[in-house]
C-alpha cells in the first residue's frame, strides 16, 4: 500500500498535445505504470478515448493477501489440503485465501449473476450471504477439477460476484489504491461526498464466468485491475457495435470473433493477466470472459475528458423520454415526470447532472480560495477519503492525490463549455424555472474565476 500520508501531484500541462484526432492504434498498448506519466496518459489515452493496459499496478495492495501463492498453498496454511483443490484454475498454482477473505470482510450480502441463466437482456440477478458465495466457490473447484469448459453442465448455475460495492460497504478496509492515472473521477468524487450510490467495485468469478455485451454506464469510462486470474476482452471501437444490430436496432446479447468476423467488425482481443488495469474508454462496447478463476477492481467514472460525451448520452435519452411521454405533454409538471423516468432509465437525470457539476466546480473554486500545494498538505496531512465536512477546501482525491492549477482550470473550463451546451437544449429552455436557472448560476460562478486566472496566467 502507498504510504498513508504521501501526496502526489496531478499535474497536467498544454503542452506538445495534439488532442481532438482519434487514432486507432495496432493493438492495445501496455504501459509499465511507473513510466507513463499521468499527463501522457491523460492526454494521449483519456482525451483521445483510446484503451491501454498499465501494468504493475496493484502488486502493494492490501487485497493481494485475497490469494495465496502455491507455496503458501502448499505450506500447510491451508484448511483443505485436498490435491484438486490446491489445483486452481489459472495455471498459476495460485489460489483464493477464503479464510483471509472471511476474516476481513465478514458475512455480507453480496450481488451475485447467474452467467448460465439469460433475464431480460442481462443475467439473472440475486443477492447472497458472502460466505455462502465463498463456499460455492470453494466447492466447485474442487468437483470440477481442471476440466475444459466446452464439457461444461451448462444446466447447474455459474455464480459471478459483481458490482459489488465492497469499498462503499467497508469504508475502514483499505484493500487497494486507485492508481495515480485514474484519480480525476468526478463520479465517485461527488457520490462520496453527498453519500449516494458509488461506482467502485469488485469482482469474483470462477473460470468460465462472464459478462455480456455492454457499453458503460451513461457512457463513463471504467478501469479494471486484475488482482487474480485472466480476463479475454473483445472491444469495439464506438459505433462499429452498429454492424450488429438487428432491424429493431437491438444488438445481441452476446458475441464471438466469429460473429465480428461474419459482420467485419473492427475490434480488439486482450488478454489482461494479474496485476494490469485496463482502460477501458467511454462508448466502447465490450464482452468480458474469465478464463480463469479471477478476482478483480474496478471503477466507473468521468472527468473533463467524457464530460461532452456524457451530456450527450444524457440528453439523448431524455429526448427518447419526452418523445415516449409527448401525448401526456400538457399534462402538470410535465418536465418533472421525464425527470423521473430518465433517472429510472439512465441512472442519472438533469438535476443529478446539474447537482454533480455544481460539487465539482464548488470545491475546484474552493481551492483558488485557499491556494494549498502538494508539500503544504503532505506537511500538513488532511482527513482521510471525502467526507462532507472536506468540501470546498480540501482537494485531496482518494487520499493521495491533488490536481494542479492547470488541472483545476481545465475542469472548470470543460464545465463551463457543458453548461453552455446545456443552456442550447429545448428540455432546459422550456424549463425556465429550475434548470435553466440553476445552469445560469453555475455559469455565473465559473466566468469570474475563469476570467481572471486566464488574465493572470497571461501576465504571467
Ligand atoms: O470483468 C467483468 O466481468 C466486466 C468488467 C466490465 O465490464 C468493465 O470493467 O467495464
Ligand atoms: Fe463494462
Redesign the pocket.
Known amino acids: 500500500m502507498a504510504n498513508d500520508l504521501e501526496i502526489l501531484e496531478l499535474e497536467i500541462s498544454s503542452e506538445n498535445y495534439d488532442t481532438g484526432h482519434q487514432f486507432l492504434p495496432q493493438e492495445i498498448e501496455r504501459h509499465n505504470v511507473d513510466n507513463i506519466s499521468y499527463n501522457d496518459f491523460y492526454w494521449e489515452y483519456m482525451e483521445n478515448n483510446i484503451p491501454v493496459v498499465l501494468c504493475n499496478v496493484s502488486k502493494h495492495w492490501e487485497c493481494r493477501k485475497w490469494i495465496k501463492t502455491p507455496r503458501e498453498a502448499s505450506n500447510g496454511c491451508h484448511d483443505n489440503p485436498s490435491p484438486i483443490f490446491n489445483t486452481p484454475h489459472d495455471g498459476t498454482g495460485k489460489s483464493i485465501n477464503y479464510d483471509y477473505l472471511k476474516e476481513k470482510i465478514g458475512n455480507l450480502m453480496v450481488p451475485t449473476a447467474d452467467c448460465n441463466r439469460e433475464y431480460f437482456n442481462s443475467h439473472a440477478k440475486s443477492e447472497m450471504l458472502f460466505f455462502d458465495f465463498l463456499n460455492y466457490w470453494q466447492q466447485k473447484r474442487e468437483d470440477d477439477g481442471p476440466t475444459d469448459a466446452s464439457n461444461r453442465d451448462k444446466s447447474t448455475d455459474l455464480l459471478?460476484l459483481?458490482d459489488w460495492h465492497l469499498k462503499a460497504q467497508r469504508m475502514d478496509y483499505n484493500f487497494y489504491d486507485v492508481p495515480k492515472h485514474f484519480a480525476s473521477d468526478w463520479l465517485n468524487e461527488h457520490l462520496v461526498l453527498t453519500e449516494s450510490d458509488d461506482y467502485r467495485f469488485v469482482?469474483m468469478?470462477p473460470k468460465d464466468t462472464?459478462?455480456p455485451f455492454?457499453s458503460?454506464v451513461f457512457g463513463s469510462f471504467?478501469?479494471?485491475t486484475n488482482i487474480m486470474g485472466i480476463?479475454k476482452w473483445l472491444l469495439l471501437p464506438p459505433g462499429e457495435e452498429l454492424k450488429l444490430s438487428d432491424t429493431l436496432g437491438n444488438l445481441p446479447f452476446s458475441i464471438d470473433e466469429k460473429l465480428l468476423n461474419e459482420h467485419n467488425v473492427r475490434y480488439y482481443t486482450l488478454m489482461q493477466s494479474e496485476n494490469e488495469s485496463l482502460f477501458?474508454p467511454s462508448g466502447w462496447y465490450?464482452q468480458?470472459w474469465?478464463t480463469t478463476d479471477t478476482i478483480?477492481i474496478?471503477h466507473?467514472w468521468f472527468n473533463a475528458c467524457n464530460l461532452k460525451r456524457i451530456w450527450f448520452n444524457l440528453s439523448q435519452q431524455m429526448q427518447r423520454v419526452v418523445a415516449e411521454i409527448d401525448d401526456c405533454r400538457q399534462m402538470d409538471n410535465f418536465t418533472e415526470h421525464c425527470q423521473t423516468m430518465l433517472r429510472a432509465s439512465f441512472g442519472l437525470n438533469y438535476l443529478d447532472f446539474l447537482q454533480l457539476l455544481q460539487t465539482i466546480s464548488t470545491r475546484r473554486l474552493g481551492k483558488y480560495n485557499n491556494n494549498n500545494t502538494a508539500a503544504d498538505l503532505s506537511a500538513n496531512p488532511t482527513p482521510p477519503e471525502y467526507t462532507a465536512t472536506t468540501t470546498s477546501s480540501k482537494l485531496i482525491f482518494f487520499e493521495h492525490y491533488i490536481p494542479n492549477d492547470y488541472h483545476i482550470q481545465h475542469d472548470l473550463e470543460r464545465i463551463l463549455q457543458v453548461v453552455e451546451l446545456m443552456l442550447q437544449d429545448s428540455v432546459i429552455c422550456d424549463d425556465r424555472i429550475v434548470l435553466y436557472r440553476k445552469c445560469i448560476q453555475l455559469k455565473e460562478s465559473l466566468i469570474p474565476s475563469l476570467s481572471s486566472n486566464s488574465k493572470q496566467s497571461l501576465s504571467e
Do not use: E, I, L
Request: glycine letters at 6%.
Open positions: 459471478y459483481k469482482y468469478g462472464w459478462t455492454h458503460d471504467s478501469w479494471s480476463k477501458v465490450h468480458v474469465n478483480s474496478n466507473n
